[in-house]
Nanobody, 117 residues
Framework: QVQLVESGGGLVQPGGSRRLSCAASGIFFNLYVMGWYRQAPGKQRELVADIISGGSTNYADSVKGRFTISRDNAKNTVYLQMNSLKPEDTAVYYC???????????WGKGTLVTVSS
């Protein structure tokens, strides 16, 4: 059974930092592109960042220079370090695992990040 379990969400002040974690089980982690998506109230889910097994990364323009995605293949875990947080970063953040060649796509349940003073 595939499980992606996010943690690390919560309330943070503007300008603050937060680190999200996603622990994966039930998949061959190294074969998957791991990503973080987010969905703000009333908006569509959007890609925040993703990372391939070898470490190459891709970021949404809105988070470049502020967020860093990383993965620990030995721990089957992907992280999202979020710095200089803004109120517009408020959203539910979802972990995603994709193996595009065979059209496998898994999602976590999400973790809420609220940026507010």
């Amino acid at each position: 059974q595939v499980q992606l379990v996010e943690s690390g969400g919560g309330l943070v002040q503007p300008g603050g930092s937060r680190r999200l974690s996603c622990a994966a089980s039930g998949i061959f982690f190294n074969l998957y592109v791991m990503g973080w998506y987010r969905q703000a109230p009333g908006k569509q889910r959007e890609l925040v960042a993703d990372i391939i097994s070898g470490g190459s990364t891709n970021y949404a323009d809105s988070v470049k220079g502020r967020f860093t995605i990383s993965r620990d293949n030995a721990k089957n875990t992907v992280y999202l370090q979020m710095n200089s947080l803004k109120p517009e970063d408020t959203a539910v953040y979802y972990c995603n695992a994709q193996r595009r060649s065979v059209r496998l796509d898994y999602w976590g349940k999400g973790t809420l990040v609220t940026v507010s003073s």
